[in-house]
């Protein structure tokens, strides 16, 4: 099976999937997570982190065709790293993520939602150079059924998020979309609305849509059942296993 790369999203690092990496090791998997620059542990200068930066990340992770698999924000980094180099990928998932529309930014899809539940959660630097997610309200948007051994590890852990991605288009996403690509939605989802999960991922055949009755935040509430559906997605036959 393809070695699989987890891809955090906004303000998170690699730390987000300590639980999810042991339950698809038991199921057989190599699963591997990095933090992308500027995130987590990784000490790149937020002024200097791009999209292209992310893609050329997750491509260096990559060893043979990998699937990728992008949670939230992460949606973006891993179609521009399939975009550039399609052959290193098995496939991609979107875990509650933004499935991104050529030539659109993160932040204009996220403006296009039919609901706006992070409003007035994130707070700017004087700099304009990076956002941050208010702590008082992080716990109800993000992990309201999550153990609260991990809560409190988000509290700590939750970084300065680079904006200049979030304000980069991909202007080209074909050759992304010409792989094998799935979505698992997140039904019970408090930072971006269900119904606009449903909404990207109508563009996906009906068979490629998996859903988990969580939060947005799976990986802590319902690692196992992350893992299962993740492992299902990697025995499809259409996805890339040379």
């Not at 992770?61 to 098995?90: C, E, K, N, W, Y």
């Not at 716990?139 to 904006?163: G, K, W």
Request: with cysteine; hydrophobic share 40%; glycine share 4%.
């Amino acid at each position: 099976m393809p070695d699989i790369l987890l891809i955090h999203g906004a303000a998170h690092g690699a730390w987000c999937w300590h639980r999810t990496i042991p339950a698809l090791a038991a199921l057989g998997h190599t699963a591997r997570a990095i933090d992308l620059p500027g995130n987590g542990d990784d000490p790149t200068p937020a002024a200097e982190v791009t999209l292209d930066l992310y893609a050329e990340a997750i491509l260096k992770a990559t060893q043979g065709p990998t699937i990728l698999l992008g949670h939230s924000m992460g949606g973006f980094p891993i179609t521009a790293a399939a975009q550039r180099a399609p052959d290193r990928v098995a496939a991609l998932i979107y875990l509650c993520a933004y499935l991104p529309r050529p030539g659109q930014t993160l932040a204009q899809m996220r403006k296009a939602g039919p609901r706006q539940p992070l409003a007035g959660a994130f707070r700017i630097d004087d700099t304009r150079t990076t956002f941050t997610f208010d702590a008082d309200q992080s716990p109800a948007l993000f992990y309201h059924d999550c153990p609260p051994e991990d809560v409190a590890l988000a509290r700590t852990r939750l970084c300065p998020q680079p904006i200049r991605p979030q304000e980069t288009p991909i202007p080209d996403t074909s050759r992304a979309e010409a792989l094998p690509r799935f979505y698992i939605r997140c039904t019970n989802d408090r930072a971006i609305p269900p119904e606009y999960q449903e909404t990207m991922s109508a563009q996906l055949p009906p068979q490629n849509i998996l859903t988990l009755p969580t939060s947005h935040s799976p990986f802590f509430s319902a690692p196992e059942a992350l893992a299962r559906h993740i492992d299902t997605i990697s025995r499809r036959p259409t996805v890339n296993r040379t």
